[in-house]
């Protein structure tokens, strides 16, 4: 029937975000910043694949690239004042189906 089929393609596709997430879990993009005012590039890069690991996920992209680019702005000065680093390393994975992003000084 319509249903059935239409069931099994949700299976299908759910199955198949399921296994990118577990593909793309174990390469995680890595995003290095010393000033992401002037690195605007590279903030949107990482943005960009944030949303496109919450896609694979299954997750919504519910942040837009303002908030985005303000929340690394604040992260990076608030990592680099308290760990006294010149670089602040930012990494995005899937973690047990859900997007991390996380942050470290260099």
């Keep these: 029937s319509k249903v ?3 069931l099994e393609q949700q299976r299908l596709a759910e199955a198949e975000r399921q296994h990118e997430a577990r593909i793309h879990g174990s390469t995680a ?3 290095a910043f010393s000033d992401p005012v002037k690195e605007g590039e590279k903030v949107q890069e990482l943005y960009r694949s944030m949303l496109e690991a ?3 996920a299954g997750e919504k992209g519910d942040i ?3 908030q985005f680019h303000k929340f690394v702005r604040s992260k990076t000065e608030q990592l680099r004042q308290q760990m006294g680093c010149k670089e602040v390393e930012y990494s995005i994975s899937v973690e047990g189906g859900q997007v991390k992003l996380k942050a470290k000084g260099l």
Excluded: M
């Design 64 to 66: 837009n690239f303002e």
């Design 4 to 6: 059935a089929r239409e």
């Design 29 to 31: 993009t890595r995003v």
């Design 54 to 56: 919450k896609k694979v």
